[in-house]
């Protein structure tokens, strides 16, 4: 069965502090992994989109890496802001394109 | 229109009855997907589709679940004879195509079963 975990459930670290996000998973034949943002009762938004070839993609602040090999992927924010506050989900798709979703990490940051 | 739009954005039902739920995709995306999130979870994938047809509707909970979208743009989710469990959000999200693209959500429908 395609799984996707994600560590740790929740999260919370103060302004300016880094941060990285964990996420393992079992999808496959593996065709892409994304990093999704949701605001409390907002849709998600996409923050980055990575391929079996790819191992690290950035986005601003935000920093994805894969290791396809481990099945593992992360999600670095740098110099959090109040704003990052939220829900991060990771998002493995299989090459038919149908997604598994991790249930996500909470984001708190505190000024 | 300029993002994906889902009405309404909050639904209030009794049990047993059956609803409706609307997405409207931005112009021009192919695909289009349904997805339930229940309270502190992630989302979970209900059904896909790729142009007017159904491509992957293995989400689906039960057949009291169903999708259409009959001119490939707009879609609706019908829920007959509804159940507390049911209660959630219902998130819809397109893409221009079925492959390695950015999927855009909307904002939601929250469905309340009482």
């Known amino acids: 069965k395609n799984q996707v975990e994600q560590s740790p459930q929740s999260l919370i670290i103060l302004e300016g502090k880094n941060c990285t996000l964990q996420c393992n998973y079992t999808v496959s034949p593996f065709s892409n992994l994304r990093w999704y943002k949701q605001d409390t009762g907002r849709g998600p938004v996409s923050l980055t989109i990575?391929?079996?070839?790819?191992n690290t993609k950035s986005n601003g602040r935000y920093t994805a890496t894969l290791d396809a090999d481990t099945k593992q992927s992360s999600l670095h924010i740098t110099a959090s802001q109040l704003s990052d506050s939220a829900s991060y989900i990771c998002v493995v798709s299989t090459r038919d394109y149908i997604p598994t979703f991790g249930r996500g990490t909470s984001l708190i940051v505190h000024p | 229109g300029a993002g994906v739009s889902q009405t309404p954005s909050n639904k209030v039902t009794e049990k047993g009855k059956y609803v409706e739920l609307r997405c409207d995709p931005i112009s021009g995306h192919t695909a289009l997907y349904w997805y339930r999130q229940s309270l502190g979870q992630g989302p979970e994938f209900l059904i896909y589709f790729q142009g007017t047809g159904a491509a992957d509707d293995s989400g689906l909970p039960n057949d009291r679940f169903f999708a259409v979208r009959p001119e490939g743009s707009v879609s609706t989710l019908k829920i007959q004879r509804t159940e507390r469990g049911d209660s959630a959000v219902y998130l819809c999200?397109?893409?221009?195509?079925?492959?390695?693209?950015?999927?855009?959500f909307g904002q939601g429908t929250r469905l309340t079963v009482v």
């Open positions: 999200a397109s893409s221009p195509g079925g492959g390695i693209t950015e999927a855009f």
């Open positions: 990575m391929t079996f070839s790819e």
